[in-house]
T-cell receptor, first 110, second 113 residues
Framework: RKEVEQDPGPFNVPEGATVAFNCTYS??????FFWYRQDCRKEPKLLMS???SGNEDGRFTAQLNRASQYISLLIRDSKLSDSATYLC???????????FGKGTKLSVKP | DAGVIQSPRHEVTEMGQEVTLRCKPI?????LFWYRQTMMRGLELLIY????????DSGMPEDRFSAKMPNASFSTLKIQPSEPRDSAVYFC???????????FGPGTRLTVL
């Protein structure tokens, strides 16, 4: 089992829709989790950090379920500009590095 | 503030040639990471340094790959000899030890013909 797994999508949704992505992780010692956004031919950029049960920032909500070892990202009232690939990452235990999922591609259509 | 700086941004080379990728981390950051991204394998960690010391190089594909960090403001990733399967985008990222957020550079898009 890969350490961090995501549904690759693509998720094709209309403007204004609510969309949710899930990400599972295998290292139960992981303490910190992140959602990164990556635009085409660009570098990943941090969207949200998740250290405890969840985090909310405007239209974006991230939640952590330790019992089931997954994190989720909810995007409400999606905009055309939300179209991108969303990468989740797990920072675990004694390791100093982030482990990334392969990303979920979101396409918001007018 | 300047972000992570990488050079070159694009590199096209022929199989067998040596390739050197360069990275300047954000000033004050003491951890540096080299990643490779492909469609098939996603974003893979190759190696990372803490305080200029290599900590984990288990992601380096084979002996053709080597990385150095001679000082806190500079790192190189070298591929010698290069092969077509090395074609990918190579990202450098840095962070402080006390913060988990990693900041990525713009990447080097490598094509080996």
């Amino acid at each position: 089992r890969k350490e961090v797994e995501q549904d690759p999508g693509p998720f094709n949704v209309p403007e204004g829709a609510t969309v949710a992505f899930n990400c599972t992780y295998s290292n139960s010692a992981s303490q910190s989790f992140f959602w990164y956004r990556q635009d085409c031919r660009k570098e990943p950029k941090l969207l949200m950090s998740v250290y405890s049960s969840g985090n909310e920032d405007g239209r974006f909500t991230a939640q952590l379920n330790r019992a089931s070892q997954y994190i989720s990202l909810l995007i409400r009232d999606s905009k055309l500009s939300d179209s991108a690939t969303y990468l989740c990452a797990s920072y675990g235990g004694s390791q100093g590095n982030l482990i990334f999922g392969k990303g979920t591609k979101l396409s918001v259509k007018p | 503030d300047a972000g992570v700086i990488q050079s070159p941004r694009h590199e096209v080379t022929e199989m067998g040639q040596e390739v050197t990728l360069r990275c300047k981390p954000i000033s004050g950051h003491n951890s540096l990471f080299w990643y490779r991204q492909t469609m098939m394998r996603g974003l893979e960690l190759l190696i990372y340094f803490n305080n200029n010391v290599p900590i984990d190089d288990s992601g380096m594909p084979e002996d053709r790959f080597s990385a150095k960090m001679p000082n806190a403001s500079f790192s190189t990733l070298k591929i010698q000899p290069s092969e077509p399967r090395d074609s990918a985008v190579y990202f450098c990222a840095s962070r402080t030890v006390s913060y988990n957020e990693q900041f990525f550079g713009p990447g080097t898009r490598l094509t080996v013909l």
